[in-house]
């Protein structure tokens, strides 16, 4: 079973609609989780990071439920340029990075 | 602005060559990063090193080896490239004691 787990998708979102998606861990240990956003053939950014209390910037709203062991990434009013694939990373007791193979979205016009 | 710099883009190499894959940080970062991206399976580390001179093996280590001797610089060295290692690589940077990686723009390897 992988450590991390995510709908590869594709997600086919229209533009201006909302878009969510979850990842799940097996690792109840796991201690840090973030959202990093990788456009098509570039390198993997920073999205945000993930808290229990859920967190926001701009449009986009993460949350930690640490009990069923997933995160979760909603995107709302989707622009063509929230397209990309968005791993899922955590990282584990010993500070080690794990990373989701990613959920791919794709906003239509 | 923080730069991460990867030698090549784009690399072709045949079966049984030796490969060199340099990774450069401008941020002063300690801790520095290798990984390899397939379709399906996400980022796997293959190394990482926390100060010049230290290295730590990561989920996948075999067939690789690394080299830090400057702290702005950590090489990825394919002793026998195989086809198997074939992949996207990339290098990734964070200071110590904080949780965000800066990334390298990549290097997609060809072995055949």
Redesign the interface.
Known sequence: RKEVEQDPGPFNVPEGATVAFNCTYSNSASQSFFWYRQDCRKEPKLLMSVYSSGNEDGRFTAQLNRASQYISLLIRDSKLSDSATYLCVLTDSWGKFQFGAGTQVVVTP | DVKVTQSSRYLVKRTGEKVFLECVQDMDHENM?W?RQD???????IY?SYDVKMKEK?DIPEGYSVSREKKERFSLILESASTNQTSMY?CASIIRGT???Y????TRLTVL
Do not use: E, H, K, V
């Not at chain 2, 990334?103 to 990549?106: H, L, N, S, Y």
């Open positions: 990063f990984y379709p399906g399976l996400g980022l796997r580390l990482f990561g990339l949780n965000t990686q990334f390298g723009p990549g």
